[in-house]
């Protein structure tokens, strides 16, 4: 028998007070919306994917104008019988209902659901819209027409118009991204939560405006709000061998080391502060919190993994004193420029800022390897990071440059076990019901940084030991 391919979709009105239900025998159920494919899942004669086709899924199904609000996963084990794994939440734009078999309900209808997991599903919808701070703004009813609204002040301050409607790219905890068409060309607004919100920082504050970082068209710090116009060209990480000249790699690596060399002076406090010389205080930090970062993990490895990390701090303040001694300042390493770069005709741009951090410079260059690589040969890769060091030369030969690459080498996946420490930290504690409730959007959010904190803590140790 073929498994139906499709989403329950929770969908509330703007207030977020009344959910859409289909009535039954068995009592309330969820709109069932297909997501296989029909005239509605086209554009272009292609096929959408991802949040786009589940919103025209279940616009398709209802008739009703909604916003994604988030997505969450099928919890493994339960439902069985029905094997759909995705239950979405969504708010409707219309307040009237078409001629539909479907009817809004008040909140209170939770104890009258025709399947229990439809219960579990609703009452942690309520408990994210109800959470006071809220965490997740862009998750609650409302929250994308008032930002659509101030965006569109923002246009036309700019003395831009925005044409059509707003599309949603990308929807998690830490961030939304949203792109809108206007009478001057695409822009993309983006909010952001901590400790993702010092991106916003970054790009007002740090780097200076140029044709090498994105055109801000507005910022809202106390909201987390970003507009910007459409970078254009094409993501280093999606290009293939022969699709960019030498030139373009070279570019692409000198430009960097160009914005990098404009950081020497950041404000304390406005990006995180991984120095060399406070790495070995900040990875004991992060062990002292692993145990209730990573709540749920055998205990029992755990703690065999955190000892033989312990054992090793000494010899990161090694490596991290080892590599300090050419005396290269301190500047902002973008932290995840993989897939973060586009080429575009009047050079690179490099965006989403929201990783950086303070420390060696340097420990951008694996990642912009990795990046180049991936789209040149080998050979053109090499002579590429050869034009990056060339920025660095007042403080050694390109040979003892590389050597400085070599001493980091072991240690170029600390900072990101520090980062995922701290995004962790702000998500809600294990104990909080936004955590362990069943599909509650935070729980896979927090399951996908312990698996990488985990992955870290596995893998440090080998990486380190090298330096023995």
């Not at 391919?5 to 297909?34: E, K, M, N």
């Not at 991984?274 to 055998?298: F, N, R, T, W």
């Not at 897939?339 to 410079?361: I, K, L, Q, R």
């Not at 998500?427 to 870290?456: E, I, K, T, V």
Request: glycine share 8%; hydrophobic share 40%; net charge negative.
């Amino acid at each position: 028998m073929r498994v139906p391919s499709g989403l329950y979709a929770i969908i509330s009105d703007v207030t977020g007070q009344r959910i859409l239900v289909t009535r039954t025998p068995s009592g309330a159920s969820l709109p069932f919306v297909s997501l296989d494919p029909g005239n509605w899942s086209q554009v272009a004669g292609k096929e959408v994917k991802g949040i786009e086709r589940a919103i025209r899924a279940v616009e398709n199904d209802t008739d009703l104008r909604v916003n994604l609000l988030y997505r969450t996963e099928w919890p493994k084990g339960h439902e069985d019988v029905h094997r759909v794994l995705r239950v979405h939440a969504f708010e409707s734009v219309d307040s009237e209902l078409p001629a539909t078999p479907h009817e809004w309900a008040d909140r209170d209808i939770c104890a009258e659901w025709a399947r229990p997991f439809m219960a579990d599903a609703v009452a942690a919808f309520y408990a994210v819209i109800d959470d006071h701070r809220p965490r997740v703004p862009w998750w609650t009813p409302g929250w994308t027409s008032e930002t659509v609204a101030w965006m569109d002040d923002r246009l036309a301050a700019a003395g831009m118009l925005r044409a059509g409607r707003v599309h949603q790219v990308q929807n998690d905890w830490q961030s939304i991204v949203m792109r809108a068409v206007t009478d001057n060309g695409h822009v993309y607004l983006k909010a952001l939560t901590p400790p993702a919100t010092q991106e916003l920082a970054v790009l007002r504050d740090v780097l200076a405006p140029g044709p090498h970082v994105p055109f801000l068209l507005g910022s809202d710090q106390g909201r987390g709000l970003i507009l910007m116009r459409d970078v254009g060209g094409v993501d280093l990480s999606d290009c293939g061998p022969g699709d960019l000249t030498p030139e373009d790699i070279r570019e692409v690596a000198v430009k960097y080391a160009r914005i990098q060399r404009s950081t020497i002076t950041v404000a304390e406090g406005i990006v995180f502060d991984y120095q060399l010389e406070h790495m070995p205080d900040l990875l004991s930090s992060v062990l002292d919190d692993l145990p209730s970062l990573l709540a749920g993990y055998d205990s029992a490895l755990l703690v065999t993994a955190i000892g033989r990390l312990r054992k090793l701090v000494p010899d990161v303040a090694r490596v991290c004193r080892a590599a300090g001694k050419a005396g290269i300042p301190a500047h902002v390493v973008h932290g995840d420029l993989h897939g973060n770069t586009a080429v575009t005709p009047d050079g690179p741009v490099f965006f989403d800022w929201g990783n950086a951090y303070v420390s060696h410079p340097f420990f951008d260059v694996f990642e912009l390897q990795d990046a180049i690589e991936d789209s040149t040969e080998a050979s053109t890769a090499d002579a590429a990071i050869t034009c990056y060091l060339e920025a660095w030369t007042e403080y050694g030969s390109i040979r003892e440059l590389r050597r400085i690459l070599d001493l980091l080498r072991p240690v170029e996946s600390l900072p990101g076990m520090i980062r995922g420490a701290e995004v962790t930290r702000n998500l809600p504690a294990g104990q909080s019901p936004l955590r362990s409730m069943p599909y509650s959007p935070f729980l896979p959010a927090a399951r996908a940084w312990q698996r990488g904190l985990m992955r870290c803590t596995r893998t440090l140790p080998a990486q380190i030991a090298r330096v023995r």
